[in-house]
């Protein structure tokens, strides 16, 4: 079932699992504030059986970043150039950008689990879709890149946190600083892919995570996700608290005993 089909965007749903699609092959899945509007509107219209989330991107390439129109004197029609926004109060440049990253924020709820297909290039906000993902299963093609500092811009669409938490500070920084692309083996060795695989298995290789997310029961999963997203911003003792209360949900859920 088709949900949503516009402006590079297409959101489908199959049962308990739904699939985002960049599709706009002709430009590498290029991203403009259309597209990020279309991918916070797919969040919004997903129905609440929905476990997970496939994200993947048409043709040769995941998406090779933002739209190299965005960087023209007269930006996208219809949309503030990036002079419009220099000349903008702080107050409004914040606004705009809070609003573009609202396409990046919502792939980690704790209702559900999102995996990252991710193929060909990978560069900018193209990397930081994937990385705002949970899950990220890769082509032997991939090239993963982070391009801002070499505009003379940082990168700003929720991709840095994320990216610090899987390869550290200093691996983050030297590839952020340096622009330069991340291949395959390196990023299942730093920890930024889960699975590496053929690029003709890509599809095959995620659709068997996905039934693997599904078979366990959804409150567990969603209630170990909240644990281990929440466990680097706690003590260890914290932690052990935190596992309690989660288990004690879960124990009376099971034995239909109301909290």
């Not at 504030?33 to 040769?60: D, I, Q």
């Amino acid at each position: 079932m088709t949900l949503l089909d516009k402006d590079g965007v297409r959101l489908t749903v199959d049962d308990d699992i739904a699939t985002v699609t960049l599709a706009n092959a002709a430009k590498r899945n290029a991203q403009s504030p259309a597209m990020w509007r279309a991918l916070a509107e797919a969040g919004s219209l997903l129905p609440g059986n929905v476990r997970v989330v496939v994200l993947r991107g048409e043709g040769k390439s995941f998406s090779a970043g933002l739209d190299r129109q965005a960087f023209t004197p007269e930006g996208f029609p219809g949309e503030p150039s990036f002079i419009d926004l220099a000349r903008g109060s702080d107050g409004d440049l914040d606004a705009t950008i809070a609003a573009y990253q609202e396409a990046f924020t919502w792939w980690r709820r704790n209702d559900l689990v999102s995996i990252a297909a991710v193929q060909g290039h990978a560069i900018g906000a193209g990397f930081q879709l994937a990385l705002a993902c949970d899950l990220r299963v890769v082509a032997q093609d991939v090239q993963f890149a982070m391009r801002e500092t070499s505009l003379g811009l940082v990168p700003d669409l929720t991709g840095t946190h994320p990216l610090v938490a899987l390869v550290g500070y200093a691996r983050a920084l030297e590839i952020c600083a340096t622009g330069r692309f991340v291949r395959a083996d390196e990023a299942e060795r730093v920890g930024l892919a889960n699975l590496v695989v053929p690029v003709d298995e890509l599809d095959g290789a995620v659709a068997d995570l996905a039934a693997a997310l599904i078979a366990a029961p959804r409150d567990a999963v969603n209630e170990t996700k909240a644990l281990l997203a929440g466990a680097a911003g706690r003590t260890y003792e914290e932690q052990r608290t935190a596992e309690r209360a989660a288990q004690a949900r879960r124990l009376r859920d099971l034995a239909g005993v109301e909290e």
